[in-house]
Structure formats: C-alpha cells, structure tokens
C-alpha cells in the first residue's frame, strides 16, 4: 500500500464518517415523522422537508457555547471528541466489500473494534462526571452501569462469528462466511445487535438520558455545537454498530449481486438495520433501569453463552 493509496482510503473513510451518520439523522426526522404524524419535519424547507437537517444545524452553531463555572473545564470540552472520534476509527477497519475495500485491514479487527467502541462510551462518562451537575453525574453512573452491563454479551457474540470463522480478522471473517450461517447465528445476531443499540443508548435503553426525571443525562449542561457532536456521535454509533451487524452476522457484502457490486449489498444491510434502530426509538417506551440491568445479566448473556456452545458444537461436528 503506498502512500496515494492510504490517503485515498483515509480520505474516502472521513467522507463516509461527515455524511452517512447525517443521512440517518435525516431519515429518523422523515421516519418518526411518519410514524407520529410530525408536522414539523414534513414541511421544513419546502418539498418533504428537505431543510430540516439543515434547520438543526443552524441553530446548534447560533447558540451560546457555556461551561459551567463549577465543571472541570479541560475534561468537559474533551468529551464530546472522545465520544465521537472512536467510531471515525472503526469505519477504518469495516470491509465495505472484496478485493481489499477497507480502509486499514487489521489482524485482530473484530478486538479492536470491541476496544475502540468502548472508549467512545467513556466519552459520556467523562461529560457526566466533569459537568458539576448532580443529573449529569447520575446519567454518567447510569452510563457505567449500562456499559458493563451489556459488554459482556456483544463481546460473547462476536466471538461466536470468530470461532465459526476462525479467525478475528474482519475481512478473514468476510471471506469464511457461509450463507447458512445466518440461521446458525441468529441468536448472536439479536444479542449483538441488542447490546450495541445499550451501549449506544438508543431506546428504549436510553434510561441514563431519561429527560423525563433527569433531564438530560450527562448531556444536561451542553449546549451548541459540542452537544451537536454528542448527537453525531449516536448516529455515527448507529452507522458502526449497523454496519457491524452485517457484515458479522449478515454477510457483508455477499448477496444476489455481482462481487463488485458487494459495497451496495453492505449498504442496503446496514440501513435496513439503521432503519430498525429508528423503529424501535417510535415503537417501544424506555425501560425501567431495573429491567434494564435484568435483561442483561438474565437474557442476553445466557442466549450469548448458548450461541457460543452451539458454535462449538457444530465446529465439532464439521471439523
């Protein structure tokens, strides 16, 4: 790989990073606003209301950026990057599709990812914990305890797609797929892509935020364009953790179309699975942070742990 070649794939990828996660900010407006018969997005702007992502970032960039006089001032300023940039840093080691359409193939891909991700959620600790905000401080504990809460099974399932593929690499991964695998990992599939929607806090696990008892979680005392990032970070989230699904449990780039056409294939997964993140946000209410917790520690991990050995088994069985 010479030096054009990285800069291309650097630059391709920072191009996805500033423009995918706004197309699904976009279709959640046009989406929810179906859904829950929303005036607003509809008609902003004049056809289909086009200009309505364009409304909001107008008024992020026209309001006061403030930093409370009692927060640590390094730290709060800090978090939002650390919250959004990690997934920059995933979208570079995604295959898009064969031939080498990655941004930097990396041996144990699918464990740096896992790793990476994990920072971008210490981002909101970090917004919660500098804020001087009592709300701020419960939605970052809150935050804590969703993390390693739902770790655990989004690592147990990928590590199911590892085993069967035996290999971490993600384009290894890519190329050991088999279309029978989608029913044989349909559980890690639901965990994963369940634990992934926690650790993004989409709803309805979106109990650290929870407007309705404290205010806005650790976001409570961000204004302008650093809470803007904190929103392009949920919807970078939601791209990742899209993307991610299908090529681990979905197969990527394999489909009905031609190998050169597999990028296609991998988007058209990735926003049939954004399409149900959003879905999801109308469909169901918040849950409760009891219920929340129990549906970590009793569902998703043993499902985690049965897909595992079922892996294991049919390993045997093949080998």
């Known amino acids: 790989m010479n030096l054009f070649d990285t800069v291309l794939r650097c630059v391709a990828t920072l191009v996805v990073f500033l423009t995918l996660p706004l197309v699904i900010g976009q279709t959640e407006h ?7 018969g929303r005036l607003g997005p509809m008609y902003a702007g004049g056809f289909h209301g086009w ?17 409370p006089s009692g927060a640590d ?8 990057a650390v919250s959004l940039l ?3 840093l995933v979208l570079l080691a995604i295959p898009v599709g064969p031939g080498g359409f990655v941004g930097q193939a990396v041996d144990a891909g699918l464990f740096f990812v896992l790793a990476v991700m994990g920072v ?4 909101k600790l970090m917004a919660g914990w500098a804020s001087a905000n009592k709300f701020s401080l419960l939605g970052g504990l809150r935050t804590a ?5 739902y770790e655990l099974p989004m690592v147990l399932a990928a590590a199911s797609v590892a085993m069967a593929a035996g290999t971490l690499s993600l384009p290894g991964i890519m190329d050991a797929w088999q279309w029978y695998w989608i029913p044989w990992q349909l559980i890690g599939g639901f965990v994963f ?12 696990f979106d109990m650290p935020i929870a407007d309705s008892e404290i205010i806005f979680g650790a976001y409570t005392e961000y204004t302008g364009l650093r809470f803007a990032l904190f929103l392009l970070s949920e919807y970078a989230g939601i791209l990742v953790v899209s993307a991610l699904t299908a090529v681990l449990f979905l197969g ?9 056409l597999g990028w296609l294939w991998t988007l058209l997964k990735t926003f049939a699975l954004a399409f149900v993140v959003i879905w999801l946000r109308v469909t169901y209410p918040r849950l409760r942070e009891d219920q929340l917790m129990r549906f970590a520690w009793t569902v998703l991990i043993p499902l985690a742990l049965v897909q595992l050995a079922l892996t294991g088994i049919i390993k045997v069985a093949i080998s």
């Open 30 to 36: 046009k989406v929810m606003a179906h859904m829950q």
């Open 51 to 67: 200009a309505q992502l364009i409304a909001d970032g107008v008024k992020f960039v026209q309001k006061e950026d403030i930093v």
């Open 73 to 80: 001032r390094r730290i709060f300023q800090l978090a939002p």
């Open 86 to 88: 990690p997934y920059l």
């Open 120 to 123: 971008g959620v210490i981002g």
């Open 145 to 149: 305890a969703q993390l390693m809460s």
């Open 193 to 204: 892509f369940t634990a992934g929607l926690a650790e993004l806090q989409r709803p309805p």
């Open 252 to 260: 990527g780039w394999h489909g009905p179309l031609p190998d050169q």
